[in-house]
Structure formats: structure tokens, C-alpha cells
């Protein structure tokens, strides 16, 4: 099982900064079968980024993914209020699929 | 409008069987594969189940397995999932989920809003 390790656990961050989010994990993704999802309270997840810097449709270019291998970085160019929520990764690449633990970021 | 629409949540005592249902319009549903995820109170996301389009390959969480059964009926553009012998545990909100494509591996690119499971006597 691959383990996702979500670093910071909360990112305190005003409206126009630059975020940036990173997920490492235990062993190599296999082909960068890595996405990112927000999470708003009480809402479904939303998938922002897949095959670790692919943006799904319809999500704003400010979102970007990089990484490879181990070590993967979702940014948010400047942030935008709506914004502020939870973020997970996620490898699909091999069963079991797992999500890391998630970042929450909060306004400052 | 793509839509996943997930229902059959509810009480349910410990060792109970509960069978929840969704429902998918707005895409071919048949062209692509379909997970369950659940997110405990307070909890990040686990994914739970997924099946292939015509349910050739099915997987599970080491937590659920033997104890809950992913189907889907293509001529319904539905999804399932049966569980039983449920236990505290798997006290969550439930999401289906699609697959982002036609390959077999894929991100879940859309998801319903979620039905509450609680185990609880």
C-alpha cells in the first residue's frame, strides 16, 4: 500500500498569496497516477489536478501540479477566497487507493 | 447535466446490512468505471470500492472486504453497493464517484453529494 504524507497540515495564507501543497509517498507512483482534490465543509471533494499536472476540466489555470516519482506539489498561484478549503491527494494508480491525510488552508 | 445522485444512507444497528444505490444521468454511464468513497465524521477521504465498465475487475479496501459488494446495472445507469455485518466503523458519509476516463485507471472526476451511513445500536 502506498502511504500519501500531506505537508503542511495547515497552511495559514492571505488572498493573493502563492500556496503551495506537498504530498510525498512511501513508494515510486507508478506513471504519476497522482490527482488533487478540494473539499469544501459539507460538500463532495472536486478534482483539480490528475496524472499529478493535468488540470480536470474547468478548473482555473491559478491551480497547477508538478512532481514526479515520490514527491508531488499541488500550487495555487494567488489565492482566491474560495479557495480556502481542504485539499487531498490521491494515487489511483494500484489498488489500494489511497488519499493522503489532507491540508487545510485558512485564511490569515 | 453530468449527476451522481446517491441514496439508500440511514440508521442501521451493528451487524445490520444496509444496500445503497446511485444514480448517474447526463453521461455514458456504461463507458466508464465507478468507485465508492466514504469519509468518516470529521475524517479525511478512504476510498472503499471501484468497478470496471462492465464489471470485469472489481477491488476493495482491506477494511470492507468480505463484507460489502459493488455491482452495477448498465441498462439502469445505476451503482451499488451492499453492506454488511457493518460495524461502527463504518460510520461515513458515502460518495459514488466516475472514473475521469475511458482507460482503466482514472482519477473520480465527478462526484454525487453523499449519503450518511450510521452504525449504531
Known amino acids: 500500500e502506498i502511504v500519501l504524507t500531506q505537508s503542511p497540515a495547515t497552511l495559514s495564507l492571505s488572498p493573493g498569496e502563492r500556496a503551495t501543497l506537498s504530498c510525498g509517498a512511501s513508494?515510486?507512483?507508478?506513471?504519476?497516477?497522482l490527482a488533487w482534490y478540494q473539499q469544501i465543509p459539507g460538500l463532495a471533494p472536486r478534482l483539480l489536478i490528475y496524472?499529478?499536472?493535468s488540470r480536470a476540466t474547468g478548473i482555473p489555470d491559478r491551480f497547477s501540479g508538478s512532481g514526479s516519482g515520490t514527491d508531488f506539489t499541488l500550487t495555487i498561484s494567488r489565492l482566491e477566497p474560495e479557495d480556502f478549503a481542504v485539499y487531498y491527494c490521491?494515487?489511483?494508480?494500484?489498488?489500494?487507493?489511497?488519499f493522503g491525510q489532507g491540508t487545510r488552508l485558512e485564511i490569515k | 447535466e453530468v449527476q451522481l445522485v446517491e441514496s439508500g444512507g440511514g440508521l442501521v444497528k451493528p451487524g445490520g446490512s444496509l444496500r445503497l444505490s446511485c444514480a448517474a444521468s447526463?453521461?455514458?454511464?456504461?463507458?466508464?468505471?465507478m468507485k465508492w468513497v466514504r469519509q468518516a465524521p470529521g475524517k479525511g477521504l478512504e476510498w472503499v470500492s471501484s468497478?470496471?465498465?462492465?464489471?470485469?475487475?472489481?477491488y476493495y479496501a482491506d477494511s470492507v472486504k468480505g463484507r460489502f459488494t459493488i455491482s452495477r446495472d448498465n441498462a439502469k445507469n445505476s451503482l451499488y453497493l451492499q453492506m454488511n455485518s457493518l460495524r461502527a466503523e463504518d460510520t461515513a458519509v458515502y460518495y459514488c464517484?466516475?472514473?475521469?476516463?475511458?482507460?482503466?485507471?482514472?482519477?473520480?472526476?465527478?462526484w454525487g453529494q453523499g449519503t450518511m451511513v450510521t452504525v449504531s445500536s
Open positions: 464517484a466516475r472514473g475521469n476516463g475511458i482507460r482503466g485507471v482514472n482519477a473520480f472526476d465527478i
Open positions: 447526463g453521461f455514458a454511464f456504461s463507458s466508464r468505471s
Open positions: 468497478i470496471s465498465t462492465i464489471s470485469g475487475n472489481i
Open positions: 513508494q515510486s507512483v507508478s506513471r504519476n497516477y
Open positions: 496524472d499529478a499536472s
Open positions: 490521491q494515487h489511483y494508480g494500484s489498488s489500494p487507493i489511497t
